[in-house]
Structure formats: structure tokens, C-alpha cells
């Protein structure tokens, strides 16, 4: 498959996931194997306004590419000078705009999943991005303000028509946040449509969910978040399962090398402090499922420096192998 001219090696999209993919869980996905993967959200105002916090959200490194970059915002100027300030950054592969963003504090600025009630408005964003930027151009999208996906098929076609050169679909409702199913039809509808790559993106959480949605909609690739956030290996799993029809299920032992691996990362990229705290939670999403586990998340949710993480690690890996 191809975006644009930008060939993309398998069929696996990491979703954009504010707040998750860091450079550092975005490098720890890439290693255990994955096509692209998604800067979080970024404001396209906080980089016209050089803000410090929005900037670092843009830090990349070579091993990680291609990187889609993702930029929301409502306003055409705006959008087309942060478009331009990270093609200039020379880290970004795609530039993904966010049409799918359903919460309060982006909907208010009529950025996110608000742009989808404003055909007009789309186009003179897309248009000026457009001119921005050379990179190949994506957008995500959900069905709608409502779950017609009337909507999306109307801002997938401006779109098209404006020079976007792929579209992912995450085909819930705005209100339905992640509630309810992702309505897989309408990625299918979506993709008799247009003529670009079409990607598909909701409750993928097994491998074979994703082999089901390709085969039921048509889409060219999938999109898998928080899935991903449980089993960093699954977008390796898949693009393994696509080429060969089978997939390696990690032992626990390398679950637990990517937990210390992941640790060594976050406190090298945030300092140890601010690392830990985020860690707390994290490490304990990779171990969901296994024998005791809960005891060793109650551990993890006071970890308070490196070594007191890699060493719970250690214990609960003594304790189960
Ligand atoms: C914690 C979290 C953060 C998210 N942040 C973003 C974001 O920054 N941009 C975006 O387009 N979607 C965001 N999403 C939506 C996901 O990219 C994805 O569309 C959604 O989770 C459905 O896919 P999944 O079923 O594979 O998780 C977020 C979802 C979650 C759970």
C-alpha cells in the first residue's frame, strides 16, 4: 500500500493516542514491530504560539520511522504554518489531521470531531494544508455527529477531492465516545466511495479481529490503540498473521524484557520522577491477564524509582516462571 508516494511496509497503523504514544511507547511498539506509528495529538496553535509543552510532543527519532504526525485545530492559517513547521522538521513521514477528537476541550475550539458539522470550513483547512505541505496528507475521522456516517462520507469526499491521499476511520459516533461497537459498515461504505486508501480503525483487539475487518470492509489497513496499550507485539502479530496466515505469541519472559525495556526508556526520555509516575500505571496494562497480576499492578502503583520497577518486575517474573 501507498500513501502518496510514501510506501508503507506492512498493514498496521499504531492509533494516535494522547497521553500514550510518546516517542519512547512509540519506539517500544516499532521494536516489537509495526508499519506507522502516531505522534499523539498535537495543537496546531500551540506550535503557531511556539509553545514549549506542544513542541516536545513533536521530539522523534530515525528508528521510529514513518511517523505520521497528527495536528488538530480549526483554523486554516494556523493548521497550514504547523503543517509547514513539521515538514521543516524533517521527523514526520504523514501528517494526519484530527476529525475524530470528541473531547470537550478540543470540540470547544470547533477542532476535532466539531469540524465534521463544517464542510466549509474543512475544505479552506484542507485546502490551505494542502498548500502547506508536500508530505502525504491523511485524515481521521469519526462516523459523525450522529452514527449515519453521513457525515464522514461528506468530509471523506472534500477530502479526496482536496488532496488528502488516505483517510482512517474510526466509524463511531461523537457521542458515543468509546461506547457501544464500532460500526465496521461504514468503513466498507467508506471504501466503495473513494478512490484513496481507506484505513480502519475500532475494537480490533485480537489479531484476527484485524484479518475480519479487512476482509468484511475492503480497508487497505488497520488501526489498532488500545489494544496496542495491553500487547504492544499485536501490530507485529498481524502483519505476521496477514504474510503467513500465523503469529508468535510472546512468552512471558519477553513481556517482561519489554516492561524493563519500557522502564529503562521513559526515565532515560522524562527524568525518573515524572517517568515513574506514569509508569505506575503502564507497566501493569502488560501483564493483564497473567496469574497474580494483581498484586504486582497494587505493587507497581507506588513504584518511586527505576530500580524499584525493574525489581518487581524481577519478583513477579521469579514468582510465575
Ligand atoms: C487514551 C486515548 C487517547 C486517544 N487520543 C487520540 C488522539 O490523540 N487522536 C485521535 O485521533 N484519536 C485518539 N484516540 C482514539 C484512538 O486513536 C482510536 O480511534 C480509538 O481508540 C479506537 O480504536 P481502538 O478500538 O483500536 O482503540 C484516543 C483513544 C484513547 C483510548
Known amino acids: 500500500m501507498k500513501i502518496k508516494n510514501l510506501k508503507i511496509p506492512g498493514k498496521t497503523f499504531l492509533a494516535p493516542l494522547a497521553g500514550i504514544t510518546n516517542l519512547p511507547f512509540r519506539l517500544l511498539v516499532k521494536e516489537c514491530g509495526c508499519s506507522v506509528v502516531c505522534s499523539e495529538m498535537v495543537s496546531a496553535k500551540g506550535i503557531f504560539y511556539n509553545s514549549k509543552n506542544t513542541i516536545t510532543l513533536l521530539a522523534s527519532k530515525k528508528e521510529e ?18 503543517a509547514k513547521f513539521v515538514q521543516d522538521m524533517k521527523t514526520a513521514d504523514i501528517i494526519d489531521i484530527n476529525f475524530g477528537c470528541s473531547v470537550k476541550k478540543v470540540m ?4 476535532g470531531v466539531a469540524l465534521m458539522n463544517e464542510p466549509e470550513l474543512t475544505k ?5 494544508v494542502r498548500k502547506a505541505t508536500n508530505l502525504p496528507l491523511t485524515i481521521k475521522l469519526r462516523a459523525g ?8 462520507f461528506t468530509i471523506a469526499s472534500i477530502a479526496q477531492d482536496e488532496g488528502v491521499d488516505a483517510i482512517i476511520m474510526h466509524p463511531r459516533s461523537a457521542g458515543q465516545g468509546f461506547k457501544g461497537k464500532a460500526n465496521w459498515k461504514l468503513i466498507a461504505k467508506l471504501k466503495q466511495q473513494l478512490s484513496i486508501p481507506v484505513i480502519g480503525n475500532g475494537d480490533i483487539n485480537h489479531v484476527e479481529d484485524a484479518k475480519k475487518m479487512v476482509e468484511l470492509t475492503g480497508c487497505d489497513a488497520v488501526m489498532v490503540g488500545r489494544a496496542a496499550m495491553v500487547n504492544p507485539f499485536i501490530l507485529s502479530q498481524i502483519d505476521d498473521f496477514f504474510k503467513t496466515g500465523s503469529y508468535h505469541t510472546p512468552s512471558p519472559w519477553e513481556i517482561f524484557r519489554k516492561m524493563e525495556r519500557l522502564t529503562f526508556m521513559y526515565v532515560d526520555y522524562f527524568g525518573e520522577k515524572p ?10 496494562w502488560f501483564v493483564k491477564g497473567m ?10 502503583s507506588r513504584i518511586n524509582s527505576r530500580d524499584h520497577a525493574l525489581a ?6 521469579a514468582g510465575i516462571i
Open 65 to 82: 520511522q514513518p511517523l505520521s504526525v497528527q495536528l488538530f485545530g480549526s483554523e486554516p492559517g494556523s493548521m497550514a504554518m504547523a
Open 108 to 111: 470547544k475550539q470547533g477542532a
Open 124 to 128: 479552506k483547512i484542507l485546502q490551505a
Open 145 to 152: 455527529l450522529d452514527h449515519s456516517g453521513q457525515q464522514a
Open 275 to 284: 517517568a515513574c509516575k506514569m509508569l505506575r500505571g503502564r507497566l501493569s
Open 291 to 300: 496469574a497474580g497480576c494483581s498484586s504486582l499492578r497494587k505493587n507497581l
Open 312 to 317: 518487581l518486575i524481577k519478583e513477579f517474573e
